[in-house]
């Protein structure tokens, strides 16, 4: 059964769609992530860099729940852009913020697919880019129908909102087993600070 939104916590003004109906009959389009691969994290210090967050506060949890989820970037970029650049026209990153975050690099112990929510993939599934980049509850509805696809993706591969040339991974909670920490630095101490800083014309404040 494909999971569906109450209309009233959609904006219809956005034109988002909702998981078709034929979803499940639909094959999906599957991207394989090799073991070895290694992706960054940006994570409070105090937490572990394994964090499977199981609240309906972010773009591809459950809307009610029933399951957590990791999000990883394959750049630091990624990882930095979606967690401190959140605010759009802001130039100044709190230094608190910067003291409070560490990196850490996530590495995949067995291959995982998941489902291509970018490019054409997409048309796929019947999606739009603003899957990834427009109303939460339209991004939780369709998590939750392709977490319960027959085809029982890893989870979910898709464009950063904040920097689109960024590759993010939204995984299920089921793949707790295949992932873990290779190491994890203060995010004030990490060599490339920098260089992000400058990439994006932001500054600490």
């Known amino acids: 059964m494909v999971s569906r939104v109450p209309r009233k916590t959609v904006n219809k003004a ?3 769609p909702l998981p078709p109906a034929d979803l499940d009959w639909r094959s999906l389009p599957l991207e394989k992530i090799s073991r070895g691969r290694v992706y960054r ?4 210090y ?3 860099a394994i964090h499977y967050n199981d609240s309906n506060d972010y773009r591809f949890n459950a809307p009610n729940e029933q399951f957590a989820v990791l999000y990883v970037a394959e750049e630091l970029k990624g990882a ?3 967690t401190l650049l959140r605010h759009p026209g802001k130039t100044l990153i709190d230094q608190r913020d910067i003291d409070a975050k560490a990196v850490s690099e996530i590495e995949i112990r067995s291959q995982l697919k998941l489902v291509k929510l970018y490019g054409h993939g997409l ?3 019947g999606a739009t880019a603003t899957v990834a980049s427009g109303d939460y509850a339209v991004s939780q509805a369709w998590s939750i129908a392709l977490w319960r696809h027959p085809q029982k993706p890893d989870g979910i591969i898709y464009r950063a909102n904040h920097d689109n040339d960024q590759i993010c991974l939204a995984l299920y909670e089921h793949t707790r087993k295949h992932v873990r920490v290779v190491k994890t630095v203060p995010l004030g101490s990490e060599p490339f600070l920098a260089e992000l800083l400058d990439h994006y014309g932001v500054g600490i404040g």
Do not use: C, D, W
């Open 14 to 16: 956005s034109a988002q």
């Open 41 to 44: 994290r940006l994570h409070p």
């Open 80 to 82: 930095f852009a979606e």
């Open 46 to 48: 105090a937490r572990n």
């Open 123 to 125: 048309v796929r599934v």
